[in-house]
């Protein structure tokens, strides 16, 4: 019936009555919380773009941990920051990784707390890429590709101008830097063997769920191969299955050091134009045996969440991602909007757009505020 019979606001009046028909709800242990852990003790380093997430020490991440937990928080994503990179991840795989040695420990003080391993090569990789890099042509020097790329005619430019002077050099400069980037490229195939290993080294340092993020194509079957052949049938692999080439990474590249030295990422992670890719993605994953879906970022891809929920039947999880995170406490810190409230909100609406599990930086601060 329509007004005045049919009066939505009757439900809205008081806070119990919201409380009473709310269609979304957000529990504490529906969150997973990220953390970065570094070499050393008791180090506490906070990361500058983002305020109150910090480089932990092994001691330091075991307390931060146990805090999580105790507020309700079930469960946490671990990324490590090793002492040494190289051109084969050595850091990643090794058995007395930064990562492998954090679980451990977490696992000995925390026995209930799920651990969940990220699985990408980007942090312990000298170049920083998630994958074996590869040269595609003869090597030559920074100059040498220069030469090459500038057309002979923008060799000698005589600009008087500041400002066009400014323009003609980005504009060089970019030139330069596709010429360098054309000359690489990730061995997709050479980097499953790296991948599978680490997944394996974490899963015998005591980590629960295997998080597989660099978006090499067949990773999940690899991973699930090796898991299987070292014993590990029972792991379960949350994959990063719809992970796009995005913007709002950069400051986890700050917190976790692990910025491509050269190009960029877009050859592997997906295109953000992309919705039907994305499904193909999710169900190229589940068949090769992937238990939990994610979509990376949250924020700016409810739509792809939602349309994963309607179309797959696995647990589907949603990362809010270190930009996101950013621009609320930036906003926020200048007094321009309510951070618990917009905290919580954005959190909201990753829960109703389908996401059952939300790795968010907000996991501890959230968890309070629903306690």
């Not at 997973?32 to 070499?39: A, E, G, I, Q, T």
């Not at 997944?199 to 978006?215: E, T």
Request: hydrophobic share 45%; glycine share 6%; with cysteine.
């Amino acid at each position: 019936m329509a007004f005045p019979i049919t009066r939505l606001r009757r439900l809205r009046r008081t806070g119990q009555l919201r409380d009473l028909v709310r269609e979304t709800r957000l529990t504490p242990e529906s969150f997973v919380y990220p953390m970065f852990v570094c070499p050393g003790k008791g180090v506490r380093k906070e990361v500058r773009s983002m305020p109150g997430i910090f480089n932990l020490s092994i001691d330091q991440a075991v307390k931060d941990a146990r805090e999580a937990h105790s507020l309700g928080v079930s469960a946490v994503m671990l990324f490590g920051l090793p002492e040494k990179k190289d051109e084969v991840a050595t850091g990643a795989w090794i058995d007395d990784g930064i990562v492998q040695q954090a679980a451990r420990a977490m696992k000995r003080e925390i026995p209930d707390l799920v651990l969940m391993g990220d699985v990408c090569l980007c942090e312990y990789m000298s170049h920083g890429h998630c994958g074996v890099v590869k040269s595609t042509s003869t090597p030559m020097s920074l100059g040498a590709a220069a030469r090459d790329a500038v057309p002979a005619g923008r060799r000698v430019v005589a600009v008087t101008n500041q400002q066009k002077k400014e323009k003609v050099i980005e504009e060089l400069a970019s030139i330069v830097a596709r010429a360098v980037d054309s000359k690489f490229e990730i061995d997709n195939d050479a980097s499953l063997e790296l991948l599978a290993r680490t997944a394996v080294s974490l899963a015998r340092a005591g980590i629960d769920i295997i998080a597989p993020s660099d978006m090499m194509d067949g990773r999940v079957a690899a991973i699930r191969r090796a898991l299987d052949e070292a014993s590990f049938v029972n792991t379960p692999i949350l994959s990063y299955a719809a992970k796009f080439a995005s913007g709002f990474y950069g400051p986890f590249r700050e917190a976790a050091d692990s910025a491509p030295q050269f190009g960029d990422r877009r050859s592997y992670q997906m295109d953000g134009g992309n919705l039907r890719e994305a499904m193909r993605e999710i169900e190229l994953d589940i068949e090769e045996g992937a238990d939990m879906i994610m979509v990376k970022p949250a924020l700016p891809y409810l739509d792809v969440i939602a349309a994963a929920r309607a179309r797959f039947d696995v647990p589907l999880a949603a990362y809010q991602v270190s930009g996101e995170y950013a621009m609320i406490e930036a906003a926020a810190g200048n007094g321009w909007i309510e951070r618990d409230r917009v905290m919580m909100e954005s959190l909201l609406s990753i829960r109703r757009a389908g996401a059952s599990i939300i790795l968010t930086y907000y996991a501890k601060d959230a968890a309070r505020l629903l306690a």
